[in-house]
């Protein structure tokens, strides 16, 4: 057990539809990360926060938005979903500002969009 | 194109047998982590190795950072089938220390 919690642990929606996947980082960590890995795929990073600040952006597309609130825990919304939006998306947690920081990572929210 | 590419991309091997696995970039990195990732579970780190040329052993886990930081393996003796799963090499973008980049993988399935 990473310390890193994630809910839901599954998810079934339509396309067009939007949902909130939400991570909770392991006790004293800062920084929160977003990851998408499809089927077979290596990780996508997608975005970093740091202590509720945005520090860095991957490949994130302008549907998907995240935020940190100020207690820690995160949130990725993705909107207008579609079919290839089917995906486990991790978050991840480090205790400072990342810079190749171990990072520990949750147990993933499956997404499936039909 | 990844920044960090793995070689090979799978791999099945009879248990007891040696392997390696490769990680290559064209980037000088500061640092480069290896995790393994089981089926359905997030990736679990197994190694940051940091210096280069440095080598790091984990029980049966070999790992080596070149000596010019672009490059990384991971060389498993004796395999087992416990060793199944996908192993991820990453390592922060040098140009920008916030940017986390993993490796496409490479699946190993060791079979007993």
């Known amino acids: 057990d990473s310390g890193v919690t994630q809910t839901p642990k599954h998810l079934i929606t339509a396309t067009g539809q939007r949902v909130t996947l939400r991570c909770s980082p392991r006790s004293g960590d800062l920084s929160v990360y977003w990851y998408q890995q499809s089927l077979d795929q290596g990780l996508q990073f997608l975005i970093h926060?740091?202590?509720?600040?945005?520090?860095a952006k991957g490949n994130i597309l302008e549907r998907f938005s995240a935020q940190q609130f100020p207690d820690l825990h995160s949130e990725l919304n993705l909107s207008s979903l579609e079919l290839g939006d089917s995906a486990l998306y991790f978050c991840?947690?480090?205790?400072?500002?990342?810079?190749?920081?171990?990072?520990?990572f949750g147990p993933g929210t499956r997404l499936l969009v039909l | 194109t990844q920044l960090l590419e793995q070689s090979p991309q799978f791999l099945s091997i009879q248990e007891g047998e040696n392997l390696t696995v490769y990680c290559n970039s064209s980037?000088?990195?500061?640092?480069l982590q290896w995790y393994r990732q089981e089926p359905g579970e997030g990736p679990v780190l197994l190694v940051t190795v940091v210096t280069g040329g440095e080598v790091k052993k984990l029980k049966r886990l070999t790992f080596q950072f070149g000596d010019a930081r672009k490059d990384s393996s991971l060389h498993i003796t004796a395999a087992q089938p416990g060793d199944t799963g996908l192993y991820l090499c990453?390592?922060?973008?040098?140009?920008?220390?916030?940017?986390?980049?993993f490796g496409s993988g490479t699946k190993l399935n060791v079979k007993p």
């Open positions: 991840a947690s480090s205790p400072g500002a990342g810079g190749g920081e171990t990072q520990y």
């Open positions: 980037s000088v990195f500061s640092s």
């Open positions: 926060y740091y202590n509720g600040e945005e520090r």
């Open positions: 990453a390592g922060a973008n040098p140009g920008n220390f916030n940017k986390f980049y």
